[in-house]
């Protein structure tokens, strides 16, 4: 069985504020974790993945996100954000069935 | 075309009737899944594809539901018996193929069902 937890269903920040939007996992097998964007009126887009190596993933637009093993965790980050990062973004694990969580409104205020 | 295709972008039945809704994959991708969103809700995992048979077919709810890839391109996903509850976006994404990409890699714009 596999599970994630968005804690957040919102979150405001300022413009060129840095934000972190938050993410657990649960997996009874090898985790692969992902991020996912979705704009206004836009497809889902993949932001980044974790299949092995470094903890510490790299996505586009300025966006990365950390693995962490022992807290369960895939918290995203962005040092500064833009009017433009206003969207849905939504954790997901699996390996080819993956899953999704509920999703962080992520609100850029100017 | 360059990107996930999927028709109708809107759909609205009637209870009881049958649908089907189609996604054409981006060109030589070899992996295909179905999802479907309810308002507020994240995707839901409904079937995958790895060319023409269903890999996974764990997320389909019920009987009333069934997907084809005949020839490993074009899916459909068909409804028999449309429920009011049916109603959702339905999404479909594609990726490269086993080995290359793990997971859904790009998503098209949905299929808005309603049924009334």
């Known amino acids: 069985a596999q599970s994630v937890t968005q804690l957040d269903s919102q979150v405001p920040v300022f413009e060129e504020a840095p934000v972190e939007l938050r993410c657990n996992y649960s997996s009874s097998v090898s985790v692969y974790l992902f991020w996912y964007v979705q704009y206004p009126n836009q497809g889902l887009q993949l932001l980044l993945k974790?299949?092995?190596?470094?903890?510490l993933v790299k996505g586009i637009n300025g966006f990365e996100a950390e693995f962490n093993k022992s807290q369960t965790s895939f918290h995203l980050r962005k040092p500064s954000v833009h009017i433009s990062d206003t969207a849905e973004y939504f954790c997901?694990?699996?390996?080819?069935?993956?899953?999704f969580g509920t999703g962080t409104k992520l609100q850029v205020i100017p | 075309g360059a990107g996930v295709s999927q028709t109708p972008s809107n759909k609205v039945t009637e209870k009881g009737k049958y649908v089907e809704l189609r996604c054409d994959p981006i060109s030589g991708h070899t992996a295909l899944y179905w999802y479907r969103q309810s308002l507020g809700q994240g995707p839901e995992f409904l079937i995958y594809f790895q060319g023409t048979g269903a890999a996974d077919d764990s997320g389909l709810p019920n009987d009333r539901f069934f997907a084809v890839r005949p020839e490993g391109s074009v899916s459909t996903l068909k409804i028999q018996r449309t429920e009011r509850g049916d109603s959702a976006v339905y999404l479909c994404?594609?990726?490269?193929?086993?080995?290359?990409?793990?997971?859904?890699?790009?998503f098209g714009q949905g299929t808005r069902l309603t049924v009334v």
């Open positions: 974790y299949l092995s190596g470094s903890t």
């Open positions: 997901a694990v699996g390996y080819q069935k993956v899953t």
């Open positions: 994404a594609s990726s490269p193929g086993a080995g290359k990409t793990l997971g859904p890699a790009f």
